[in-house]
């Protein structure tokens, strides 16, 4: 049994003071993300080594070269200039990144590449698979030697929007409650039936003195209120 409880989250804590959570990926998506570039890989040598196969024996040591370059400079060139992501890892929404939270490097992507010959030993990935179910945040040998962790890429966050409306601000004060309760209201609109949408500025109207039936314009400018300049 692994000495430190396995978790979901990995906190960093920036120069600035900044809690970075991350996500680490588990053994199922990373099996799976390689699993796509071990087909896109059979893809790219398939397709060059047909004409390669015309040439003779030039063409057996070129095809050589290019079975070393694909096996060997696949990952590093595509973690190094793709923000940590190979295809599969783009399609697994993954990316590799080093232990601190910043961007892997040339240093660290030869390291984690180059020992996955001990990870596939003795037979498959199954040192590796071994070493992901013990460590905390799902390491194999090649990532604690380079100090390199897979995480999910974080989707950036979209705004809800607000209809728009006139700002309005009311003569008296709100609470927090209240302000977040007029905020989530504008934003859920669209998600809303129009019947929905008059039962709850019905609701809302009279603890906020807002007309009834000019309920969901007023609400709305209200939020506009609230929000301040966009």
């Not at 940590?84 to 399609?91: A, I, L």
């Not at 990316?95 to 490097?105: A, K, L, N």
């Not at 194999?140 to 705004?159: F, I, N, S």
């Amino acid at each position: 049994m692994p000495s430190t409880p396995l978790d979901t989250h990995y906190q960093i804590e920036t120069p600035e003071g900044i809690d970075l959570p991350l996500r680490p990926a588990g053994l199922p998506s990373r099996a799976l993300a390689f699993a796509f570039d071990l087909g896109v890989r059979g893809i790219i040598m398939g397709i060059l080594l047909v004409p390669l196969a015309l040439l003779g024996n030039v063409g057996i040591g070129l095809g050589s070269l290019l079975l070393f370059v694909v096996s060997w400079w696949y990952m590093v060139l595509f973690e190094v200039l793709n923000h940590g992501c190979s295809p599969g890892k783009q399609v697994m929404g993954l990316r590799v990144v080093q232990d601190d939270g910043t961007p892997i490097g040339w240093s660290a992507s030869l390291i984690r590449n180059l020992l996955r010959f001990v990870d596939m030993l003795p037979f498959g990935y199954f040192l590796g698979a071994i070493s992901c179910l013990q460590h905390p945040h799902f390491k194999r040998l090649g990532d604690l030697a380079a100090g390199t962790l897979v995480v999910y890429r974080e989707l950036p966050l979209v705004r809800p929007s607000i209809p728009q409306a006139p700002a309005l601000r009311l003569s008296f004060a709100l609470e927090l409650s209240e302000q977040r309760a007029i905020l989530g209201f504008a934003e859920r609109q669209a998600e809303l039936s129009a019947e929905r949408v008059h039962e709850l500025a019905a609701i809302l109207a009279g603890p906020l003195q807002v007309p009834a039936p000019r309920a969901v314009e007023q609400l709305n400018g209200v939020a506009r209120g609230l929000l301040g300049p966009t």
